[in-house]
Structures are given as structure tokens and as C-alpha cells.
């Protein structure tokens, strides 16, 4: 069967400091990727998605950025992280054409 | 532009009653809707879904409708337990080249009281 596996599940960082968080998937051949952040208050807001290797598309600008090195591996990461940047960050993962997709457990982004 | 919008922030149940979750869409091209529930610290959960061919989709206590000419959509759960607390997600997928790319509206928390 399929897994998600996305850490930490939480992390405090000070303002300016980099960011790097990483989601991976088991069981499953060229998987869709995205990755969401539901900030405080807020629903779920499309960041990034990756339809295969070094395929990246964002769906807004912002201070991160998204990276696929490996087929079932997706990486966020900013070189200096925002306030605003805190927020609760979701890697997903779908087959291709498929309606609905999984989601991992979430990092709890803190920044101070 | 928010496609899906879920006006109501919070809901509040008592348990054994019906629990209705309302959801709108502005994207005509939507051509699949799915229901996610999340609880706090953890990545939603798929629940339900319904494709914008029907209007009703059963699942156990877990009813979608889906009124296309409104482009309305809305959650059912009956009867509502105190397990059923949590945040509730509606999501449009437009399929094509979006496939699998949902869209989510602002999640509504649901509160079913013992």
C-alpha cells in the first residue's frame, strides 16, 4: 500500500534562518506531489505541485521554493525564512488523473 | 479569487442531530468535488466525494449534494457524533489538465456536543 512520510511535525526557527522540509512516498511509481499550507485561520492554499523529476510548478509567489530530486521525494525550502512564513505546511501526493489525493501529517512551522 | 467558499466558519452540533456543511464554487469547469476532514496536527482525511454528473453521493452517515445550476454543494452527516468534531474541507478538482490539483475552500469547524 501507499504511505506518505513528511518531517518534522514541528519546527521553530528564527527569522532569516533556511528552511528545508522534506516528503516522501512509498509504495507508488511517478506520483503527482503538492505541497499546501494552511496558515492561521486560513484553509488550504496551494504552494507547489510536481507532476515528475525536476518538474516544479508554483501557484503563488512567495519566499519558498520546491524541489524534486528523486521520482517519490519533494523538498520545501526557503534561504531565509519570513514571519509570515509560519503556518502548518502538507505534502500530498496523487496518481496521475486521479480526482482526490492523500495527504502526509504536516509540519507545524513556527517562526520566530 | 476564491473559487470555493465555505461561509460558514463554525458549525455547532448536538449529538444525534443532522450536521450540514455548505459549500460554494465559482469554477464552471469543476467537475469533481470531494469532502476532506481534518483534525488539529494532522493532514485531512478524504471523506467523501461526488462527480458533477450526479447530485447525490452516500456514504454511510455521509451524504454530498451536489446542486450544479447553484454550483452549490453541501455535506450531510447524520446523526452527528462527538467524533465528528473536526475541520471540514470541500475541494473542486476541473480534471483536464488539472488533474488531481484541488481546490479548497476555508474549512469550516464542526463542534458535536455530547
Known amino acids: 500500500s501507499q504511505t506518505i512520510h513528511q518531517w518534522p511535525a514541528t519546527l521553530v526557527q528564527p527569522v532569516g534562518s533556511p528552511l528545508s522540509l522534506e516528503c516522501t512516498v512509498e509504495g507508488t511509481s511517478n506520483p503527482n506531489l503538492y505541497w499546501y499550507r494552511q496558515a492561521a485561520g486560513r484553509g488550504l492554499q496551494l504552494l507547489f505541485y510536481?507532476?515528475?523529476?525536476?518538474?516544479i510548478s508554483s501557484e503563488v509567489p512567495q519566499n519558498l521554493s520546491a524541489s524534486r530530486p528523486q521520482d517519490r521525494q519533494f523538498i520545501l525550502s526557503s534561504k531565509k525564512l519570513l514571519l509570515s512564513d509560519s503556518g502548518f505546511y502538507l505534502c500530498?501526493?496523487?496518481?496521475?488523473?486521479?480526482?482526490?489525493?492523500?495527504f502526509g501529517s504536516g509540519t507545524r512551522l513556527t517562526v520566530v | 479569487d476564491q473559487q470555493v467558499k465555505q461561509n460558514s466558519p463554525s458549525l455547532s452540533v448536538q449529538e444525534g442531530r443532522i450536521s450540514i456543511l455548505n459549500c460554494d464554487y465559482t469554477n464552471s469547469m469543476f467537475d469533481y468535488f470531494l469532502w476532506y476532514k481534518k483534525y488539529p496536527a494532522e493532514g485531512p482525511t478524504f471523506l467523501i466525494s461526488i462527480s458533477s454528473i450526479k447530485d447525490k453521493n452516500e456514504d454511510g452517515r455521509f451524504t454530498v449534494f451536489l446542486n450544479k445550476s447553484a454550483k452549490h454543494l453541501s455535506l450531510h452527516i447524520v446523526p452527528s457524533q462527538p467524533g465528528d468534531s473536526a475541520v471540514y474541507f470541500c475541494?473542486?478538482?476541473?480534471?483536464?489538465?488539472?488533474?488531481?490539483?484541488?481546490?479548497f475552500g476555508q474549512g469550516t469547524i464542526l463542534t458535536v456536543h455530547p
Open positions: 475541494a473542486g478538482n476541473a480534471g483536464g489538465t488539472s488533474y488531481g490539483k484541488l481546490t
Open positions: 500530498a501526493w496523487s496518481l496521475k488523473q486521479a480526482y482526490g489525493y492523500t
Open positions: 510536481s507532476v515528475g523529476i525536476g518538474q
